[in-house]
């Protein structure tokens, strides 16, 4: 087929913006800081090949369907009329529609009849919002908002993930925090009586300054702005009445075009670990796999490694006096207790040289199996007889400012727990 014979092919919209900018992406800046390359890290970039998951994009269409929704489904708008009830028609005013409406004071469908009663509504306005957020700059947008999916595929059930304790993988998508504007409407009621105008207008303004829209998709805050004067037409034979409604929507908007795209939409993983204990073999020996050089290994500012003068080249020898100390954690119950103490018939596990000594910070406590905040705990001491003593703060440990006590009311006594470095 000859060129002459072809039809041109129309370019979408990424391919405009592209032919618009590429001209000046070499003009005064270096290629690296165009909006295309700003902040990339190829690193982070993950395919959607296999993704169901859509874009997130709120257009004003949405808004327009939230409304239509929320008339139809929720407020029913219906009237009396020889003693029966009949739903009111929900129509969008399209441009013709509108105009129909607004010179002839009522709608004619294809036949030429009226359509009454009839609800249509307009969007008359759309004015920014600057009051709630701004992005700045459009192409290189900063806030965003993250969701969570409720399953991830990397996270297959399998019998070495639950040996192992494996983290499980979070899978996240990365949206860019939306544009809030302020949508104006305007609703005409056309029905053949005032009192059936009403019924109409007390239902929507009853609805009033709520969310509008289908709760599994967008809901967006509506209120009524005013009410226009009830009139009366008279076409012939046809008697009816018209009322002005106007309503406000406070909207966002988040484009589905190049722009969304610049911004940065995509998909991110948390990292999975796989978590293996503390061991020590029977000569208190720690070797590192593949005879590797293992980093000097520090815990509370103090570098095991210089202080025992380990060789790291091959292996780590802990003390066995230290190694101990780390491996202990030992539960308690608490002996005997008054309204702010509880008295532990054990004492403190001595730190060797050069960990700091046991404090309260190495003990975890429960009062009747809940955590006891470290905020509530006043001291944790080693009375040197054998005994230690826990002393609180009845009003740090309280809820909504009445504190809490250990108590034995009723024959009942509390079960305080500590577990730590004991004897």
Request: glycine fraction near 6%; include cysteine.
């Given at each position: 087929?000859?060129?002459?014979?072809?039809?041109?092919?129309?370019?979408?919209?990424?391919?405009i913006?592209?032919?618009?900018?590429?001209?000046?992406?070499?003009?005064?800046?270096?290629?690296?800081?165009n909006?295309?390359?700003?902040?990339?890290?190829?690193?982070?970039?993950?395919?959607?090949?296999?993704?169901?998951?859509?874009?997130?994009?709120?257009g004003?269409?949405?808004?327009?369907?939230?409304?239509?929704?929320?008339?139809?489904?929720?407020?029913?708008?219906?009237?009396?009329?020889?003693?029966?009830?009949?739903?009111?028609?929900?129509?969008?005013?399209?441009?013709?529609?509108?105009?129909?409406?607004?010179?002839d004071?009522?709608?004619?469908?294809?036949?030429?009849?009226?359509?009454?009663?009839?609800?249509?509504?307009?969007?008359?306005?759309?004015?920014?919002?600057?009051?709630?957020?701004n992005?700045?700059?459009?192409?290189?947008?900063?806030?965003?908002?993250t969701?969570?999916?409720?399953?991830?595929?990397?996270?297959?059930?399998?019998?070495f993930?639950?040996?192992?304790?494996?983290?499980?993988?979070?899978?996240?998508?990365?949206?860019?925090?939306?544009?809030?504007?302020?949508?104006?409407?305007?609703?005409?009621?056309?029905?053949?009586?005032?009192?059936?105008?009403?019924?109409?207008?007390?239902?929507?303004?009853?609805a009033?300054?709520?969310?509008?829209?289908?709760?599994?998709?967008?809901?967006?805050?509506?209120?009524?702005?005013?009410?226009?004067?009830?009139?009366?037409?008279?076409?012939?034979?046809?008697?009816?009445?018209?009322?002005?409604?106007?309503?406000?929507?406070?909207?966002?908007?988040?484009?589905?075009?190049?722009?969304?795209?610049?911004?940065?939409?995509?998909?991110?993983?948390?990292?999975?670990?796989?978590?293996?204990?503390?061991?020590?073999d029977?000569?208190?020996?720690?070797?590192?796999?593949?005879?590797?050089?293992?980093?000097?290994?520090?815990?509370?500012?103090?570098?095991?490694?210089?202080?025992?003068?380990v060789?790291?080249?091959?292996?780590?020898?802990?003390?066995?006096?230290?190694?101990?100390?780390?491996?202990?954690?030992?539960?308690?119950?608490?002996?005997?207790f008054?309204?702010?103490?509880?008295?532990?018939?054990?004492?403190f596990?001595?730190?060797?040289?050069?960990?700091?000594?046991t404090?309260?910070?190495n003990?975890?406590?429960f009062?009747?199996?809940?955590l006891?905040?470290?905020?509530?705990i006043?001291?944790?001491?080693?009375?040197?007889?054998?005994?230690?003593?826990?002393?609180?703060d009845?009003?740090?440990?309280?809820?909504?400012?009445?504190?809490?006590?250990?108590?034995?009311?009723?024959?009942v006594?509390?079960?305080?727990l500590?577990?730590?470095?004991?004897?």
């Amino acid at each position: 087929m000859a060129t002459r014979d072809r039809k041109p092919i129309p370019k979408n919209q990424a391919e405009i913006v592209q032919d618009t900018i590429t001209p000046f992406l070499n003009q005064g800046k270096p290629i690296s800081q165009n909006v295309f390359t700003h902040r990339e890290n190829r690193a982070l970039n993950t395919t959607r090949k296999t993704d169901k998951i859509k874009d997130i994009a709120i257009g004003l269409e949405d808004i327009d369907y939230a409304l239509m929704h929320y008339f139809q489904n929720v407020i029913k708008p219906t009237i009396v009329q020889d003693g029966n009830r009949i739903a009111v028609q929900v129509m969008y005013g399209s441009p013709e529609r509108w105009q129909s409406v607004q010179a002839d004071g009522y709608y004619r469908d294809t036949n030429g009849k009226a359509v009454f009663p009839l609800i249509m509504f307009k969007r008359t306005n759309v004015e920014k919002n600057r009051t709630l957020g701004n992005k700045i700059d459009g192409n290189l947008a900063s806030l965003f908002q993250t969701f969570e999916t409720r399953y991830n595929q990397r996270n297959q059930y399998d019998q070495f993930s639950v040996l192992t304790n494996r983290t499980p993988s979070k899978q996240f998508y990365v949206s860019v925090v939306p544009d809030y504007v302020t949508i104006s409407y305007d609703c005409v009621l056309l029905t053949n009586y005032v009192e059936q105008n009403n019924k109409l207008i007390e239902a929507i303004e009853y609805a009033s300054d709520s969310y509008w829209g289908d709760a599994n998709r967008w809901q967006f805050r509506t209120s009524l702005d005013s009410f226009g004067i009830t009139n009366i037409i008279n076409t012939g034979e046809d008697r009816i009445s018209s009322t002005t409604v106007s309503l406000k929507v406070n909207g966002y908007l988040i484009a589905d075009s190049i722009n969304q795209h610049l911004s940065d939409t995509n998909i991110h993983y948390s990292p999975a670990q796989i978590k293996f204990t503390f061991e020590t073999d029977s000569s208190s020996e720690i070797s590192i796999a593949g005879g590797k050089s293992a980093p000097k290994t520090a815990m509370g500012g103090t570098s095991f490694a210089d202080s025992y003068n380990v060789n790291v080249n091959s292996q780590i020898t802990i003390p066995e006096n230290l190694s101990n100390y780390l491996l202990a954690n030992k539960t308690e119950y608490a002996v005997s207790f008054t309204d702010s103490t509880a008295t532990f018939n054990t004492s403190f596990l001595t730190a060797p040289s050069p960990l700091p000594a046991t404090t309260v910070s190495n003990f975890t406590f429960f009062l009747n199996g809940q955590l006891i905040d470290s905020s509530s705990i006043v001291s944790f001491a080693d009375n040197g007889d054998g005994t230690c003593t826990l002393t609180i703060d009845p009003a740090q440990l309280g809820v909504g400012g009445e504190p809490i006590t250990f108590s034995n009311d009723g024959g009942v006594a509390d079960q305080i727990l500590a577990i730590g470095k004991f004897v």
